[in-house]
């Protein structure tokens, strides 16, 4: 292995903590970059170089997803190798991206959803597994709130009394959210169960001076998934979000409305919701309107 490459995922591992699976991965897209460029080392290469491999991966037919993450790899890379003063600029720099159509995963149904409620948060190992599944899972659900901002929440989150949760949010934007009646005692039940462990954060981590970490809580959210018999692939912070900002349209909100409660900067990364809009036009009209009927026609003169 190239031991900048080797350097690289060595930094990636210590510093930012990724996944094996994500070490793979990037290892693979440099090892197929580096045979490209061969004889070239992978220190030396050059702007017109990235832009031919990626005009290569074009013709080839290689999905605009994958080549935006192998894009993103190899950015990631030569910045690191900047940092460390092995050369002076990113030749990645001004490679486009490829763009990646807006895409949405395939939400829980309501039914799926009670299922991990009424489930899949009790008759873990201990008392608090089940306390801590259904708190995570009722503030997920009603409130929509994205796994970073869901695990930084503070402990006197729950002390504010009335019907709102304040969340700090993406770039540091605040915003108010619904704390429905069943999410609070959810959340005030896990803070009083906790209450001796001294953390500042309302989903503590091992050590109670951090927050539980992402890859915890994916483990309580395989183990809520398979109690309930909903499969685990389907189960995810993302996938409980975007349940959450479906089932509101299909029940009447309005995107506005979704963006505040989403906390998006821009109603154009809400519009993305609009195909779940349609959906929902569709079948009123479809059960509703008198041509759409078989049998039957609007009435004439």
Same mark, same amino acid.
């Given at each position: 292995?190239?031991?900048?490459?080797?350097?690289?995922?060595? *930094?990636?591992?210590?510093?930012?903590?990724?996944?094996?699976?994500?070490?793979?991965?990037?290892?693979?897209?440099?090892?197929?970059?580096?045979? #490209?460029?061969?004889?070239?080392?992978?220190?030396?290469?050059?702007?017109?170089?990235?832009?031919?491999?990626?005009?290569?991966? &074009?013709?080839?037919?290689?999905?605009?997803?994958?080549?935006?993450?192998?894009?993103?790899?190899?950015?990631?890379?030569?910045?690191?190798? *900047?940092?460390?003063?092995?050369?002076?600029?990113?030749?990645?720099?001004?490679?486009?991206?490829?763009?990646?159509? &807006?895409?949405?995963?395939?939400?829980?149904?309501?039914?799926?959803?009670?299922?991990?409620?009424?489930?899949?948060?009790?008759?873990?190992?201990?008392?608090?597994?089940?306390?801590?599944?259904?708190?995570?899972?009722?503030?997920?659900?009603?409130?929509?709130?994205?796994?970073?901002?869901?695990?930084?929440?503070?402990?006197?989150?729950?002390?504010?009394?009335?019907?709102?949760?304040? #969340?700090?949010?993406?770039?540091?934007?605040?915003?108010?959210?619904?704390? &429905?009646?069943?999410?609070?005692?959810?959340?005030?039940?896990?803070?009083?169960?906790?209450?001796?462990?001294?953390?500042?954060?309302?989903?503590?981590?091992?050590?109670?001076?951090?927050?539980?970490?992402?890859?915890?809580?994916?483990?309580?959210?395989?183990?809520?998934?398979?109690?309930?018999?909903?499969?685990?692939?389907?189960?995810?912070?993302?996938?409980?979000?975007?349940?959450?900002?479906?089932?509101?349209?299909?029940?009447?909100?309005?995107?506005?409305?979704?963006?505040?409660?989403?906390?998006?900067?821009?109603?154009?990364?809400?519009?993305?919701?609009?195909?779940?809009?349609?959906?929902?036009?569709?079948?009123?009209?479809?059960?509703?309107?008198?041509?759409?009927?078989?049998?039957?026609?609007?009435?004439?003169?």
């Amino acid at each position: 292995m190239d031991r900048h490459v080797e350097a690289f995922l060595e *930094m990636l591992a210590a510093e930012r903590g990724a996944a094996l699976r994500t070490r793979m991965a990037y290892t693979a897209d440099l090892a197929d970059f580096a045979l #490209v460029c061969a004889p070239v080392a992978l220190k030396d290469v050059t702007s017109g170089q990235v832009r031919a491999y990626f005009t290569m991966l &074009s013709q080839a037919g290689l999905s605009a997803r994958t080549a935006a993450r192998r894009l993103s790899c190899l950015r990631q890379f030569y910045r690191f190798l *900047m940092l460390e003063s092995i050369r002076a600029d990113d030749p990645t720099e001004r490679q486009s991206s490829p763009a990646i159509p &807006s895409s949405l995963p395939r939400p829980l149904d309501e039914a799926e959803i009670r299922s991990l409620l009424e489930e899949g948060t009790r008759g873990h190992e201990d008392e608090r597994r089940d306390i801590l599944s259904r708190a995570a899972l009722e503030l997920l659900y009603t409130t929509g709130l994205r796994i970073s901002e869901l695990l930084s929440l503070p402990v006197t989150c729950v002390q504010v009394r009335g019907p709102m949760l304040m #969340v700090r949010g993406k770039g540091g934007r605040e915003r108010l959210v619904p704390l &429905s009646h069943s999410a609070r005692a959810a959340a005030e039940a896990l803070a009083h169960y906790d209450r001796d462990r001294g953390s500042l954060y309302l989903f503590p981590g091992r050590n109670p001076d951090k927050p539980l970490t992402r890859q915890g809580f994916d483990k309580i959210l395989l183990a809520c998934a398979l109690k309930a018999g909903v499969d685990p692939e389907r189960v995810s912070p993302h996938v409980l979000r975007h349940s959450f900002a479906s089932h509101l349209l299909a029940h009447g909100a309005d995107l506005r409305a979704l963006q505040m409660l989403l906390g998006h900067a821009d109603i154009a990364t809400t519009q993305i919701y609009t195909q779940v809009m349609a959906e929902r036009l569709r079948q009123l009209v479809s059960e509703h309107h008198p041509l759409a009927q078989a049998g039957k026609s609007i009435p004439t003169g």
